[in-house]
């Protein structure tokens, strides 16, 4: 399971999580781009993720999307596992939800997202 999985299923529930309407962060383009970037693989064919000498080239933009609950506009990040987002070092203060397939904030004392406001989504192969 990676991210994109994530995003495949965030696109097609985002309204069983009460928004009315999401739009990705234009900003975020080095990985929607990401024919034009040299991916790395396990010999499966599962996806790694970027060569050490990639990253930082693509900006970490944050959020992944807007979400849209009756006219209000919310920062939402999509990480696999919820530590990803101290990882990435991802601002706080423009995050309004953490979407996950993982809930592992539980092992940091201050983690920087509320709780009640991190969104564990069940993964199905079927998204």
Known sequence: MIEKDLEKWFEKNYK???FDK??????YN???????????????????????????KGEMICPDYFGYKKGKKYGIELEVKSSNFI?????????????????DSKKFKDFPIPRRRIIKCQYSDKI
Request: glycine share 10%.
């Open 16 to 18: 069983t999580l009460g």
């Open 22 to 27: 999401i739009e990705p962060n234009k900003k």
């Open 30 to 56: 080095w990985q929607m781009q990401e024919d034009s970037l040299k991916r790395l693989y396990l010999p499966g064919g599962q996806f790694m993720g970027y060569p050490y000498w990639l990253k930082g």
């Open 87 to 103: 990882a990435h070092k991802h601002n706080p203060e423009i995050v309004d939800f953490l979407l996950v397939f993982e809930d």
